[in-house]
């Protein structure tokens, strides 16, 4: 069935860089949204960023509009978030998830999404 892969998370400085990635396998990765989610301690899950089925449009919250780019290489069916001037309230577990519905837009709501990958640690230090 559909599995997602995360890696790339770590430690950085405020204001460093980092690039999470996701590999996905089990759907035609190539028709459906992608998105990525975060979750810091005692807190809900919250959007993040999401990219349509062929990459024509991208959704980003407030909080990391203009710092974050979410991409996406149907080739290697891996789906990526670039992650830039880091600020120690991005601290969280990043999830990707693939989109429910065929050829949909760039989905920001958490019900909006089926499978969701196991997570990984992003902690922006001050």
């Known amino acids: 069935q559909v599995q997602l892969v995360e890696s790339g998370g770590g430690l950085v400085q405020a204001g460093g860089s980092l690039r999470v990635s996701c590999a996905v396998s089990?759907?035609?990765?190539?028709?459906?949204?992608m998105g990525w989610f975060r979750q810091a301690p005692g807190k809900e899950r919250e959007f993040v960023a999401a990219i349509s089925w062929n990459g024509g449009s991208t959704n980003y919250a407030d909080s990391v509009k203009g710092r974050f780019t979410i991409s996406r290489d149907n080739a290697e069916k891996t789906v990526y978030l670039r992650m830039n001037s880091l600020k120690p309230e991005d601290t969280a577990v990043y999830y990707c998830?693939?989109?429910?519905?065929?050829?949909?837009?760039?989905?920001?709501?958490?019900?909006?999404?089926?499978?969701w990958g196991q997570g990984t640690q992003v902690t922006v230090s001050s």
């Open positions: 998830a693939v989109g429910r519905t065929l050829y949909s837009g760039a989905l920001s709501q958490k019900t909006q999404y089926d499978y």
């Open positions: 089990g759907r035609t990765f190539s028709r459906y949204a």
